[in-house]
């Protein structure tokens, strides 16, 4: 174990560390102590630049030691044709809640890719058909990859429809996870076809208008709604939102900066209309999937807790490893 210090973990460290399976389980485990309600409500905040953002998510997380965490990820959607560059770009940094020391300053892209997706698979362990085998990915970027990873964790999906203005995007996708997900999946251009022959969908995308439309949605659909992120992103219908069942990872992020808003902003819904906040599934305040005709929507926008449990759990494991670089910041 190293000595005292504040420790650096590049990326390479934190894809080293942190599995999509522990991801998944420690996900799971924050949201049933949010819904016990052993977690404080975190923090977020936005700040614009003329070709996308930064917001910042802080929290406190309990976890043996209490920590305070905070991630600043920019969000830049054209980054990848005009500077080949990330769309979203960041760091974690870590402090025990105690004395405020810092702890730890870790690289943010694994821990967002991999929390975004463990969320959406704990929301289909509690709200998709458990018979659920046919899906559709929405986005065919990295994100897509974790999340069909995920979910195909806790589904026994075996046929997967791949859909992305990009078609090169969706072939590659096809192409790298067919094989290794024993999976069928076929690229398509046919997305409202797709979506109704599907029992999930699930929507990653930097869309600024919806195309999950309310008329190609089925029943007993499960769909994880991972795109809108910021008040300016639509992907699912609004339509779609006020007939269906909304489970909302947080339900005051998802009235401000997710789909749920837009829903709200038309008149459709109020605040009080969405179902449930996914901690309160988990913990068993209230029921996921009763019925196979039941159409649920997770909104995920992205909280403090899912990073907090994530990135304390490749730091714990870092220490123990000794892995990364330690320096003092008063040196």
């Not at 802080?58 to 209490?66: D, F, N, V």
């Not at 859909?163 to 590659?172: I, R, Y």
Request: aromatic share 4%; proline share 3%.
């Amino acid at each position: 174990m190293q000595a005292e210090g504040t420790v650096l973990l590049r990326r390479s460290d934190v894809e080293k560390l942190l599995s999509l399976r522990d991801c998944i389980n420690a996900v799971e485990e924050v949201f049933r102590l949010q819904g016990e309600g052993k977690i404080p409500s975190s923090e977020i905040l936005g700040v614009k630049a003329p070709k996308g953002g930064l917001h910042v998510k802080a929290g406190l997380l309990p976890r043996g030691q209490t920590y305070i965490v905070a991630k600043l990820n920019t969000n830049f959607p054209g980054n990848r044709p005009q500077s080949d560059l990330p769309t979203i770009q960041g760091l974690i940094a870590i402090y025990n809640a105690e004395n405020g020391r810092p702890l730890a300053v870790l690289d943010s892209i694994d821990i967002t890719i991999k929390r975004t997706a463990a969320a959406s698979a704990v929301a289909a362990k509690y709200l998709a058909r458990k018979n659920s085998s046919v899906a559709t990915i929405c986005g065919c970027g990295e994100q897509a990859r974790a999340q069909l990873r995920a979910i195909h964790s806790v589904l026994a999906l075996k046929k997967i429809h791949a859909f992305d203005l990009n078609e090169g995007a969706a072939k590659n996708l096809a192409a790298d996870l067919s094989h290794e997900l024993k999976l069928d999946i076929e690229p398509t251009r046919d997305l409202p076809t797709a979506i109704q022959k599907s029992d999930v969908c699930v929507t990653c995308t930097t869309s600024t208008e919806f195309f999950v439309r309310k008329e190609d949605v089925a029943s007993g659909t499960f769909i994880a709604a991972v795109g809108a992120d910021d008040a300016h992103k639509q992907e699912i219908d609004p339509a779609l939102i006020a007939t269906a069942k909304v489970v909302a990872d947080s339900l005051e992020q998802s009235c401000t900066i997710g789909d749920t808003r837009h829903a709200i902003g038309n008149g459709l819904i109020r605040k009080e209309d969405v179902y449930a906040e996914l901690g309160e599934i988990v913990a068993g305040k209230k029921s996921g999937r009763t019925t196979g005709d039941e159409i649920f929507i997770f909104d995920s926008t992205g909280v403090a807790i899912e990073d907090a449990v994530a990135a304390a759990a490749v730091y714990e494991k870092a220490r123990i490893a000794g892995i990364g670089t330690y320096f003092q910041f008063a040196a």
